[in-house]
C-alpha cells in the first residue's frame, strides 16, 4: 500500500468533531484540517484532548459527532482501511506482560501479514536497541523499555501515518535523542507524524504544524 | 397527552382493576376444586401475562437500539426490564401464595416455574449491568447485548427445563377456566395492561430525562444553542 | 527503514488462528496459574464431598452434576483472567488497531477458553472416579462428546459475558451474575448427559441431551459471532 499521494486529500480532516466520556466533553466541535506531507505537534495541558483526539484518529474511539477523515477516508465507515495505514504509539503499551519482546512484535507481524515475521522483528528490536532483550518477557521491561519495544511495535506496521502520544516521556535523555531519530527517520521514509507532547521544544524542531487543545477545543497559538 | 398520562390513565386503571377484582371476588363462582383461594388468579394471571409483554418489550427496544442508536430506545428497554421484573416479581409471590393450598408447596420445579425464576435472575443482572456500567454509550450496547442473549435463552431454558422433569414424573396444573371466570380474567387483565401503560410511560420519562441529564450537563460545550457557542469561545479565545 | 512492506492481510480464520496460538501461549508461558485453577476445581470436588456428608450413594449418583459445577466455578475464573490479559496495558486494543477483525478475536477467545476448559474437564474426571466411586458405563467416546460440546457451549457465552464484564465496575461479581443464568440449559444437559454415561442409559436418552447441547452451541456460538463486535468496538 503506497503511503499517502501528497497534495491532495489532507492528511488528517477534522470536522466538527465532539467526543463525550459519560458526562464529560473531551474535544467540543474541533474542526481542523493537516495539509498532506507536514507533521502536527499537538500541545495542551493534560486533560485537554489530545489523547483523545489521537485515539478518534486510530479509530480506537468512535466521533460522538461529527466526522474524522484520515488520509482521505472516513475514519468510521472505511475504520479497517484507515487502521491498516495507521499506528499509534499510546500512554498504554498494547504490550503483553507474559510474552517476550520478540513474540509480542510476532503477534503483530503475523496480524499483519509481514513475510519472516521473526527476522523483521529482530531487526526493529536491533533498531530500538533491545537486541539483548529479545527473549525476556515483558513483565520485567523498565519504563523506557517498554517505551523502545512500543516504537517497535509502531514501525513494525510501516504507517502512513504514525500518532505518538508523550513518546518523550518516561526515556532518559539517551533514549529522547533515539526516539527524535526514530521520527526524523519516519518523516525521511514519508510518514506523517502527530506528536501529543509536552516537550514544546523537541515537537517544534519535528513539526511544521502546531494545534493547540485547551477544554477540549482548538487554540489559535 | 398529558393530561391524559395524569388523570385519565390512573382513573382507568384503577375502574379497569376494580371492575375486575369486584368481579373475580363476588361475581364469579369459586372453583370447584380449588374453592375460594382459586380467586387469586384475577391477580396472579394478569400479572404474569404483563411481564411477559414487558421482557417481550424490552427485547424490541433492545434490537431496535443496536440497529438504530436513540435514547429513546435506551430508555425503553431500561423501563421495561424494570416494570417487567416488578410484575415478573409479584407474580411469582402470588403464584407461590397459590400454589400452598393448592399444591401443597410454594414453589415446584415445573418448566414454567423453573423458566421463570430463571429469567427473573436474567433480568436482575441485567439491571445490575445498567447500574455497574457509567458511560451511557456503553451502557446501552451492552445492555442491549445481554437483553437480547438472554430473550433468545428463555425457549431453550423452557426446552430443556421440561426435558428434564419428564424424566422425573409430570407436573400437571389443571386450568380449567369456566365461562363466568372469563370475564373477570379479561377485565382485569385490561386494567392490569392500563397499570403496566402507567409503570412504562412513568419509568421511560424518567430513564429519558437522566439519560439526557448524563448526556448534556451544564458545562458541556457543544450546544446547539449559537448563541451559548459564541459565548463560550469568546471566554476562551 | 527496512520497511517489512508488501503484505497480504490475514482473513477470518488466519487471524483467528494468529490469535488462538498467542493465547495459549500466554497461558502456556503462565502455567502456574492454570496450576492453581486446576486444584481450584479439585478443590470444589472435594468440597461437595464434605458438604453433603459421607453418602457415598449420593455422590455417586450426583457425580455429573458435580463434575460440571466445579468445571463452571473455574470457569469463571479463566473466563475473567483471559480478559484481564487483554486489558492490563489496553492490548485488546492494540489487537483491535492491528487490524484484526472483531469476530475473529472472539472465535479465537472462545476456542481458547473452550481447550482450556475441556483440558480441565479431563483432568478432573480422574479425580471424580476416584472421590465418588464411579465408573464409566457407556462408553468413553459418549463422556468426550459431552466434555467437547459442554466445554464449547460454556465458553461462548462466557466469552461475551467476560469481555462486557472487564470493562464494567465490579467486574467479579458480574460476570456470574450474567453467565450463570444463561448456562443453564448447558449445565443441565451436560450435567444429565455425564449422569447417563456414568449410570448407564437404558432409555437412550444421551442422544437427545447432546442434541440440545449442540444446538446451545450453534445458537450462542452464532450470536456471539454476531454481537461481539458491538461490545469492543467504540
Given at each position: 500500500m503506497p503511503p499517502l499521494p501528497s497534495?491532495?486529500?489532507?492528511?488528517i480532516a477534522l470536522h466538527d468533531v465532539s467526543k463525550r466520556y459519560g458526562r464529560r466533553w473531551a474535544l467540543a466541535r474541533l474542526t481542523y484540517a493537516l495539509p498532506a506531507g507536514r507533521s502536527l505537534l499537538l500541545t495542551g495541558h493534560n486533560g485537554s484532548g489530545k489523547t483523545t483526539l489521537l485515539r478518534l484518529i486510530a479509530t480506537a474511539l468512535g466521533p460522538t459527532a461529527g466526522r474524522v477523515e484520515v488520509l482521505g477516508r472516513d475514519a468510521v465507515k472505511d475504520r479497517d482501511s484507515v487502521r491498516r495505514d495507521v499506528a499509534l504509539l499510546s500512554?498504554?503499551?498494547?504490550?503483553?506482560?507474559?510474552?517476550?519482546a520478540q513474540q509480542n512484535l510476532m503477534v503483530l507481524g503475523r496480524l499483519l501479514g509481514v513475510d519472516a515475521p521473526q527476522d523483521v522483528a529482530d531487526a526493529l528490536l536491533n533498531r530500538v536497541g533491545l537486541n539483548r532483550r529479545t527473549d525476556s518477557p515483558v513483565r520485567g521491561f523498565s519504563a523506557g523499555m517498554r517505551k523502545r519495544l512500543a516504537i517497535a511495535r509502531l514501525l513494525m506496521k510501516a504507517p502512513a501515518l504514525a500518532l505518538l502520544d508523550e513518546p518523550f516521556g518516561e526515556l532518559d535523555p539517551q533514549g529522547i535523542q533515539d526516539m527524535e531519530g526514530v521520527i526524523a527517520e519516519l518523516k525521511a521514509g514519508g510518514t506523517t507524524v502527530v506528536l501529543a507532547t509536552h516537550l514544546i521544544e523537541q515537537g517544534l524542531s519535528l513539526c511544521e504544524e502546531r494545534l493547540h487543545l485547551q477544554d477540549g477545543r482548538a487554540v489559535v497559538a | 397527552m398529558n393530561k391524559f398520562v395524569k388523570f385519565g390513565l390512573p382513573a382507568l386503571t384503577l375502574a379497569l382493576l376494580g371492575a375486575g377484582w369486584w368481579l373475580g371476588l363476588a361475581w364469579a363462582p369459586p372453583d370447584r376444586e380449588m374453592g375460594e383461594v382459586q380467586r387469586i388468579m384475577y391477580v396472579h394471571v394478569p400479572l404474569q401475562w404483563m411481564a411477559m409483554m414487558a421482557m417481550f418489550i424490552n427485547f424490541v427496544a433492545a434490537v431496535t437500539y443496536l440497529m438504530r442508536q436513540s435514547w429513546k430506545t435506551d430508555a425503553m428497554a431500561e423501563a421495561s426490564a424494570e416494570v417487567g421484573l416488578l410484575f415478573g416479581t409479584l407474580g411469582m409471590i402470588t403464584g407461590s401464595i397459590w400454589g400452598r393450598p393448592t399444591w401443597g408447596v410454594y414453589w415446584s420445579w415445573d418448566p414454567r416455574l423453573t423458566s421463570e425464576a430463571i429469567l427473573l435472575v436474567s433480568y436482575t443482572g441485567y439491571l445490575v449491568l445498567r447500574r455497574f456500567v457509567e458511560d451511557p454509550e456503553k451502557r446501552a450496547v451492552w445492555s442491549a447485548v445481554v437483553a437480547i442473549i438472554g430473550a433468545i435463552n428463555l425457549p431453550i431454558v423452557w426446552f430443556s427445563v421440561r426435558w428434564w422433569r419428564s424424566l422425573h414424573q409430570v407436573q400437571s396444573s389443571p386450568k380449567t377456566v369456566d365461562p363466568q371466570m372469563v370475564l373477570p380474567l379479561r377485565v382485569s387483565a385490561f386494567g392490569m395492561l392500563a397499570l403496566l401503560i402507567l409503570f412504562m410511560v412513568h419509568r421511560y420519562r424518567i430513564a429519558l430525562a437522566e439519560r439526557k441529564a448524563e448526556v448534556a450537563l451544564p458545562e458541556a460545550l457543544p450546544t446547539d444553542d449559537p448563541a451559548l457557542r459564541a459565548s463560550h469561545s469568546s471566554k476562551v479565545a | 527503514m527496512s520497511a517489512p512492506k508488501p503484505r497480504r492481510s490475514p482473513g477470518l480464520l488466519a487471524t483467528t488462528l494468529v490469535l488462538l496460538r498467542k493465547d495459549l501461549l500466554i497461558e502456556w508461558r503462565t502455567r502456574a496459574r492454570l496450576n492453581a485453577l486446576v486444584f481450584f476445581a479439585m478443590a470444589t470436588l472435594l468440597l461437595f464431598s464434605f458438604a453433603l456428608g459421607p453418602d457415598t450413594k449420593l455422590l455417586e449418583r450426583n457425580a455429573g452434576g458435580y463434575l460440571w459445577l466445579a468445571i463452571l466455578f473455574a470457569s469463571v475464573l479463566s473466563l475473567g483472567e483471559s480478559f484481564r490479559v487483554e486489558t492490563e496495558n489496553a492490548c485488546l486494543d492494540g489487537v483491535r488497531l492491528a487490524p484484526a477483525d472483531a469476530r475473529a478475536i472472539f472465535l479465537s477467545k472462545a476456542l481458547g477458553n473452550a481447550l482450556l476448559l475441556l483440558a480441565l474437564a479431563v483432568v478432573l474426571v480422574p479425580v471424580m472416579v476416584a472421590l465418588y466411586g464411579v465408573r464409566i458405563v457407556t462408553g468413553v467416546g459418549d463422556l468426550a462428546g459431552i466434555l467437547v460440546l459442554g466445554s464449547l457451549a460454556l465458553s461462548a457465552p462466557g466469552t461475551v459475558y467476560a469481555a462486557i464484564s472487564s470493562n464494567a465496575r465490579a467486574r467479579d461479581v458480574l460476570l456470574p451474575l450474567l453467565l450463570f443464568p444463561l448456562v443453564i440449559p448447558a449445565l443441565l444437559s451436560a450435567a444429565k448427559g455425564t449422569t447417563l454415561v456414568l449410570q448407564g442409559d437404558p432409555m437412550q436418552q444421551l442422544g437427545s441431551w447432546q442434541g440440545l447441547l449442540l444446538g446451545f452451541n450453534l445458537i450462542y456460538w452464532g450470536v456471539g459471532f454476531v454481537l461481539f463486535p458491538r461490545v469492543i468496538e467504540d
Open positions: 497534495g491532495s486529500a489532507p492528511a500512554h498504554a503499551s498494547f504490550l503483553y506482560e507474559d510474552l517476550t | - | -
